[in-house]
């Protein structure tokens, strides 16, 4: 079973900037579209961006996000990244990464993200 390990969340100012990071063991992560997803207090989770896993990396973002955030890959790491710029309240959450389409059984702990003045 591959596990996704999410870090690199916190607490920063409305307009600020955080750079998520998930890493996996599995040799098998260079073979599928990633994404990133999010769970605000109180509401379902929810896609936020995704990558293509090709050579020629297509990218897709929520309307809510798009513009501010930028989700990249690293085969060789086995990591994939969430480049988040004025970051704005509304963006509290817990951020969790997951293939695209998201598989059950392969959600991590997720890092939280918290945007507050």
């Known amino acids: 079973q591959v596990q996704f390990v999410e870090s690199g969340g916190g607490w920063v100012q409305p307009g600020g900037s955080l750079r998520l990071s998930c890493s996996t063991s599995?040799?098998?992560?260079?073979?599928?579209?990633m994404g990133w997803y999010r769970q605000a207090p109180g509401k379902q989770r929810e896609w936020v961006a995704r990558v293509s896993a090709g050579n020629i990396r297509v990218t897709t973002y929520a309307d809510s996000v798009k513009g501010r955030f930028t989700i990249s890959r690293d085969n060789a790491k086995k990591t994939v990244y969430l480049q988040m710029n004025n970051l704005k309240p509304e963006d509290t959450a817990v951020y969790y990464c997951?293939?695209?389409?998201?598989?059950?059984?392969?959600w991590g702990q997720g890092t939280q993200v918290t945007v507050s003045s």
């Open positions: 599995e040799s098998i992560f260079s073979f599928y579209d």
């Open positions: 997951n293939y695209y389409p998201p598989r059950d059984a392969y």
